[in-house]
């Protein structure tokens, strides 16, 4: 799998991100990284302890990583679960539809990373 093909089964901008990063080896040296990034682990645990603000945290880096490498399905998944959690203090039932887009999005994209990475 190339890397563009890789993009375009995660569903995300290969054109804008090889506008800045240039090569696909410098775009694949950062899309590995995303393996091994703990935020969307971070993210599961925080929700299921309930602790919104590390939630939220997570849900914001994941959303900046995303951006950065025009991942644009995570990208606004990771950006709308963001907005849910930004100043609450409490669980509400709107997080868990905005968290499940999020694990989708997120398998997707790791799941195009790793045949990537084969």
Request: proline share 2%; glycine share 4%.
């Amino acid at each position: 799998m190339t890397v563009k093909e890789c993009y375009d089964a995660m569903g995300a901008d290969y054109e804008d991100v090889a506008g800045r990063l240039r090569t696909d080896e410098r775009i694949q040296k950062f899309l590995l990284k995303v393996l091994n990034d703990p935020s969307y682990a971070l993210l599961c645990s925080s929700l299921e302890e309930k602790n919104i603000e590390e939630a939220f945290r997570a849900a914001h880096t994941l959303k900046g990583i995303s951006q950065n490498l025009s991942i644009t399905i995570l990208y606004h998944s990771a950006s709308v679960l963001s907005d849910v959690l930004r100043d609450r203090h409490e669980y509400g039932e709107d997080i868990e539809p905005a968290f499940q887009q999020v694990k989708v999005d997120y398998e997707r994209v790791t799941s195009s990373i790793r045949m990537l990475q084969e």
